[in-house]
């Protein structure tokens, strides 16, 4: 399996593969240049929240690079602009606050530099460990061979490492606990089309790619035994957000009686949210709807919503599988 890292950072630069272009290019931005990295966060050339995370905190570092004048002034720009980048995923502030509290103790150190990327280093590897254990835990869910139906791109891609629900997927393949991926297309990006089937199709995984409206009828014709679905930011009662159309799966997987888990690494639990109501929701340009690949199909007149991430309530959510267990409801993470 040779699947291409999301990011990767090598000789003092940031190497990021550019998902707006998978799967039909392969195109890589190398760059120092923290705002080029912010850039890169907001069109979703780099997208996902553990590795969205991880790319601000290495672009933070990256901001005091070469600089030798008011440098807290320079990190303090650098942190509020890439902060400002997207506001869901809650691992972005994880991995900018990381860097911020080593440059609150060190700010008049020499090596304070190194000592940023040094964190980022950190918090890269940390998710590359995390991915790992969430496969293992996730094994627990899996009854027998099933189909599975994911949502969005969990994989490679999204993390540091290996992936969340779709590491977790790929682990059961190899242990034969896997028989077929249904993958929805997930619009309006289409990073289920685009890059989970990328990703599968690497792994020699089957899969079939379906509009997410056909959802309901795969789980009408018994081809669904379990949706597992990733995360962008988990409040303490279990509320998730992920990608919209993911509490349409969880109201489905409800009438239908067929279990749906979230994975995520335990950065995408939020110490300071008591529930989903208090999550931000982005709100996405509605040229991602009237729009597919910069291609116009429908009337640029005509009004849009388009809402980047939905809330599934706690009451709706199977289990939550982490690094570090599969929890059960109900859900209390103000101990995690
Ligand atoms: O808008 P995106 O592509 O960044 O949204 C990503 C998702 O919703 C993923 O499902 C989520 O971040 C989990 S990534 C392991």
């Known amino acids: 399996m040779n699947i291409p890292r999301a990011l990767e950072f090598k000789d003092d630069k940031l190497i990021i593969l550019n998902q707006t272009k998978l799967p039909l290019i392969e195109e890589y931005i190398i760059t120092d240049d923290y705002e080029r990295i912010a850039l890169a966060i907001e069109r979703l050339e780099v997208r996902g929240a553990p590795a969205i ?4 905190a290495y672009a933070l570092a990256l901001s005091i690079k070469n600089i030798d004048d008011n440098i807290e002034e320079t990190f303090i720009k650098a942190y509020n602009r890439l902060y400002s980048t997207r506001p869901t995923a809650v691992n972005l502030f994880y991995g900018l606050n990381e860097i911020k509290k080593v440059f ?12 940023l990327i040094k964190r980022g280093e950190e918090i890269h590897n940390d998710d590359i460990k995390m991915c790992d254990d ?5 094994l627990k869910v899996f009854k027998k061979k099933s189909r599975v139906l994911t949502h969005c791109n969990t994989g490679a891609l999204a993390t540091g490492g290996n992936g969340t629900a779709l590491n977790v997927i790929r682990l059961a393949y190899e242990k034969g606990l896997v028989e077929f991926v249904h993958v929805d297309e997930t619009r309006p990006l289409l990073q289920g089309s685009r890059l989970t089937a990328w990703e599968l199709n690497k792994m ?5 790619i379906n509009t997410d409206s056909t959802a309901a009828f795969l789980m009408k014709e018994g081809k669904v035994d379990l949706v597992i679905v990733g995360a962008d930011r988990i409040a303490l009662n279990g509320d998730t957000a992920n990608k919209i159309g993911t509490y349409n799966l969880a109201v489905l997987c409800h009438y239908h009686n067929i279990p749906f888990y979230i994975a995520a690494p335990s950065s995408t639990i939020d110490k300071n949210c008591v529930n989903g109501s208090y999550i931000k929701i982005e709100m996405r340009n509605k040229n991602e709807i009237t729009h597919i690949n910069n291609y116009q199909i429908t ?18 959510i199977t289990g939550i599988i982490t690094e570090k267990e599969l929890y059960l409801p109900p859900y209390n993470f103000n101990n995690v």
């Open 53 to 56: 995370g991880i790319a601000a």
């Open 104 to 115: 609150e103790n060190h700010k008049s150190e020499k090596n304070l530099y190194s000592l």
């Open 134 to 138: 969430i496969a293992k835990n996730g």
């Open 204 to 208: 020699g995984i089957p899969f079939s």
């Open 299 to 316: 009337l640029q007149e005509f009004d849009a919503y388009c809402p980047a991430f939905d809330i599934t309530p706690a009451e709706l």
